[in-house]
C-alpha cells in the first residue's frame, strides 16, 4: 500500500502543484515590495507605496497596532499558508493523523485571507481621495491579488486530492 499523501498518490499533479507553489511564492514577494499604489495631491506631492514600505511607514507613525494587523494577515498568514500547502505536497506527511493534521491547520488559515479587505481599503481609499488626489494603482497590487488568488485555487485542487485519499482510507 503506498503512503497516504498527496505525493505518493498523484506524483505529477504533486509535482506541478509545488511549481506553481514557487510562482505564487514569487508573486507574493514581489507584490509585498513593489509599488501598488501612488497618490498624486494637487499635481505638487506624490506618494508611492508598497506594503513593505506601508508597513515600515506605520512603525514611524508609531502605529504598532495596525502595523501587526496587516503585518499578520498580508504577509506572515500568506507565507504559513504557502510553506503548509507545500508541506501537504510533499512526500514527508506519513501518516493519516499527520495529513489531517495539516489539513486542519490549511483550513484554519484559509479562513483568515485578508484579499478582500486588503482590496476594499484600496478601492475606498481611491474612491475618497479621488476629490482631493489622482490615484494610480500599479503591479505589486495585482501580484499580489494574483499571488493570494492562485493560493486559494492550490488550495482548493489540495483539498480535494486529500478528499479522495481520505475516503480511500475510510473504505480500506
Same mark, same amino acid.
Given at each position: 500500500?503506498?503512503?497516504?499523501?498527496?505525493?505518493?498518490?498523484?506524483?505529477?499533479?504533486? #509535482?506541478?502543484?509545488?511549481?506553481? %507553489?514557487?510562482?505564487?511564492?514569487?508573486? /507574493? @514577494?514581489?507584490? +509585498?515590495?513593489? *509599488?501598488? &499604489?501612488?497618490?498624486?495631491?494637487?499635481?505638487?506631492?506624490?506618494?508611492?507605496?508598497?506594503?513593505?514600505?506601508?508597513?515600515?511607514?506605520?512603525?514611524?507613525?508609531?502605529?504598532?497596532?495596525?502595523?501587526?494587523?496587516? #503585518?499578520?494577515?498580508?504577509?506572515? %498568514?500568506?507565507?504559513?499558508?504557502?510553506? /503548509? @500547502?507545500?508541506? +501537504?505536497?510533499? *512526500?514527508? &506527511?506519513?501518516?493519516?493523523?499527520?495529513?489531517?493534521?495539516?489539513?486542519?491547520?490549511?483550513?484554519?488559515?484559509?479562513?483568515?485571507?485578508?484579499?478582500?479587505?486588503?482590496?476594499?481599503?484600496?478601492?475606498?481609499?481611491?474612491?475618497?481621495?479621488?476629490?482631493?488626489?489622482?490615484?494610480?494603482?500599479?503591479?505589486? @497590487?495585482?501580484?499580489?491579488?494574483?499571488?493570494? &488568488?492562485?493560493?486559494?485555487?492550490?488550495?482548493?485542487?489540495?483539498?480535494?486530492?486529500?478528499?479522495?485519499?481520505?475516503?480511500?482510507?475510510?473504505?480500506?
Amino acid at each position: 500500500m503506498s503512503a497516504n499523501n498527496i505525493a505518493s498518490q498523484f506524483p505529477t499533479e504533486a #509535482l506541478r502543484l509545488r511549481l506553481f %507553489l514557487i510562482v505564487i511564492a514569487v508573486s /507574493l @514577494l514581489i507584490g +509585498l515590495f513593489a *509599488p501598488i &499604489i501612488t497618490l498624486e495631491k494637487f499635481y505638487f506631492f506624490d506618494n508611492t507605496v508598497s506594503i513593505a514600505s506601508g508597513l515600515l511607514e506605520l512603525i514611524n507613525e508609531k502605529q504598532y497596532l495596525l502595523f501587526i494587523i496587516i #503585518l499578520l494577515f498580508s504577509v506572515v %498568514l500568506p507565507i504559513l499558508k504557502l510553506l /503548509l @500547502l507545500n508541506k +501537504l505536497l510533499s *512526500p514527508s &506527511i506519513d501518516s493519516t493523523n499527520n495529513f489531517r493534521k495539516h489539513l486542519m491547520w490549511m483550513h484554519q488559515y484559509g479562513k483568515w485571507s485578508m484579499l478582500d479587505v486588503f482590496v476594499v481599503a484600496v478601492l475606498l481609499a481611491a474612491v475618497k481621495l479621488g476629490a482631493v488626489a489622482s490615484v494610480q494603482l500599479h503591479y505589486g @497590487l495585482y501580484l499580489f491579488a494574483a499571488a493570494v &488568488i492562485l493560493t486559494m485555487l492550490v488550495t482548493a485542487r489540495v483539498v480535494k486530492l486529500s478528499d479522495v485519499i481520505l475516503q480511500n482510507n475510510a473504505t480500506i
